[in-house]
């Protein structure tokens, strides 16, 4: 794909570049080297996706992995290629172990500085910290623990827990980079050593990390304007920008009504002939709601109450129709079945979006291992 940065793009054209871009296309975010989406190639495409709400960050990497189910994506965490910590807005991501060093490097710091009152507020100091780390490195060796056995260490080594203290110690030791959430145990994950569980960590410096990190970032979410990938890391415009200047030879512009927006012009070309679905079925913590700051283009602002009630930082499940959000999905799970019940934003669905929702609903189910009921709904 050739442009130049004057090149023109309407919106709705700007949304089938980014469907591409996240992977949602028919073929997923394929690996090259193995010809086929897989749970990794789809992390490696977006660099890192929102990781808070577990079931929900699974089905994120499945439904962009078409051929994978939720032991193919568990899998990839219990051979550490991926894990699950907090590189970004304070906020737990899924994202490849091996990018953990270099991203915390550019981001920790301004993290940790930004919670100074947080600590202060629960009593925490850098004695404290210490403290817990050394029970952590004893406790968490060889295997790990899952979160409240290792709440119950701090505790049994005199560390208090009560009052959000037991999660912000956990917070910080990953922003420290001492522990990752990596293998699963049932339905949780086990918090491991970084250094035991990352066996061959990426190191950066300085300007080539935030090159890489705009070149990631662009890859699997343009075209996007730079105040978004500053929001997403919310690192300060002026190291965005840096990141921008070191790739800019692999970047192509657009202006999208008077803004401009930055694609990785190799990804588009990559992804060129790829037709993505009609409808897609996405969890509320996905990054096609969550991965970039303003959602005008996805959803009208008149029904973004809906998909983000009181705007408290809940997000629902979303009907996503040629990239804008028309609808809700919920689920049940029975006995023998799931029962899923999608609800438009408005009005009712479509003859047309209901067929593309039945269809995401047996991926849905094929990815779960279970059989998929779609209710009426509206």
């Not at 202060?120 to 210490?130: K, R, S």
């Not at 190191?203 to 996007?224: H, I, N």
């Not at 009504?257 to 509320?284: C, F, K, M, Q, Y």
């Not at 028309?326 to 009712?348: C, I």
Request: charged share 25%; hydrophobic share 45%; net charge neutral.
């Amino acid at each position: 794909m050739s442009s130049t940065p004057s090149t023109r793009l309407p919106a709705s054209e700007l949304l089938q570049l980014r469907l591409r871009s996240q992977g949602l296309g028919e073929c997923g975010a394929v690996d090259t080297d193995r010809g086929a989406a897989t749970p990794a190639s789809a992390v490696d495409r977006l660099f890192a996706l929102q990781g808070q709400d577990l079931p929900g960050a699974l089905w994120s990497l499945g439904v962009r992995a078409p051929d994978s189910d939720l032991a193919d994506v568990q899998a990839a965490f219990d051979r550490g290629e991926l894990v699950r910590t907090w590189p970004f807005r304070g906020t737990l991501f899924v994202i490849a172990a091996a990018d953990v060093p270099w991203v915390l490097a550019l981001t920790a710091e301004r993290s940790i500085r930004g919670a100074a009152r947080r600590r202060e507020q629960l009593g925490l100091d850098e004695a404290t910290f210490d403290a817990a780390e050394a029970v952590a490195r004893d406790v968490l060796s060889g295997g790990g623990l899952t979160r409240q056995p290792l709440l119950d260490a701090f505790a049994a080594g005199g560390i208090a827990v009560d009052a959000s203290r037991g999660y912000h110690m956990i917070w910080t030791l990953a922003q420290r980079g001492v522990i990752v959430l990596g293998p699963f145990e049932g339905r949780e994950q086990r918090f491991v050593l970084a250094d035991e569980w990352i066996t061959a960590p990426r190191r950066l410096e300085a300007d080539e990390a935030l090159g890489e990190l705009v070149r990631r970032y662009l890859a699997g979410r343009g075209p996007t304007p730079e105040s978004d990938i500053a929001w997403w890391t919310k690192l300060p415009l002026r190291d965005v920008r840096r990141g921008i200047d070191v790739v800019r030879g692999e970047l192509v512009g657009f202006d999208v009504a008077g803004v401009h927006h930055w694609a990785h012009a190799a990804t588009l070309d990559r992804v060129a002939s790829e037709n993505p679905p009609a409808t897609i079925l996405l969890p509320g913590f996905d990054e096609w709601m969550l991965g970039h700051g303003d959602r005008d283009p996805v959803v009208d602002p008149e029904h973004a109450q809906q998909v983000v009630p009181g705007n408290n930082g809940i997000f629902k499940s979303t009907v996503v129709h040629r990239g804008r959000v028309v609808g809700l999905w919920s689920k049940r799970t029975l006995t023998r079945r799931t029962v899923l019940t999608p609800t438009a934003l408005e009005g009712t669905l479509s003859k047309t979006v209901r067929a593309g929702v039945a269809r995401a609903a047996d991926r849905y189910g094929r990815f779960l291992g279970t059989e998929i009921e779609v209710a009426d709904g509206r």
